[in-house]
């Protein structure tokens, strides 16, 4: 019901904006994350924006150069990208939960044990970002 999409190959210093859609699910009712997973390395949360207010968390990794939004009336939340870095690329997937707790967990430092991937309700299928040297 989630999909990302949007990514591709960039080189070093570009930049790309992920979209994340839904079929049969208001994204403007959940609280959205962007995660990723590099070839080798766990899943990372990047970004997420919460339901109730809008509020954006970013990883200490995207800071700076990732952007969270969402448009309710495309049913949309995207992620733009730039500066980007040869370490960022991973496969990137979306996720919709009503617990804005479960994606703040894998964000944010000392906010609490993280919790399972599985408590979250809706995951994307994921989009390749490769960015070259």
């Known amino acids: 019901q989630l999909q990302a999409y949007g990514g591709g190959l960039v080189q070093t210093g570009g930049s790309l904006r992920l979209s994340c859609t839904a079929s049969?699910?208001?994204?403007?009712?959940?609280?959205i994350g962007w995660f990723r997973q590099a070839p080798g390395k766990e899943r990372e949360g990047v970004s997420c924006?919460?339901?109730?207010?809008?509020?954006?968390y970013y990883a200490k990794s995207a800071k700076g150069r990732f952007t969270i939004s969402r448009d309710n009336v495309k049913n949309t939340v995207y992620l733009e990208m730039s500066s980007l870095k040869p370490e960022d690329t991973a496969v990137y997937y979306c996720?919709?939960?009503?617990?804005?707790?479960?994606?703040?967990?894998?964000?944010?430092?000392?906010?609490?044990?993280?919790?399972?991937?599985?408590?979250?309700?809706?995951w994307g299928q994921g989009t390749l970002v490769t960015v070259s040297a």
């Open positions: 996720a919709a939960t009503k617990i804005v707790y479960y994606l703040l967990t894998h964000i944010l430092p000392d906010v609490g044990k993280k919790t399972n991937y599985d408590d979250v309700e809706y």
């Open positions: 049969g699910l208001m994204l403007g009712e959940y609280n």
């Open positions: 924006i919460a339901s109730s207010d809008g509020a954006t």
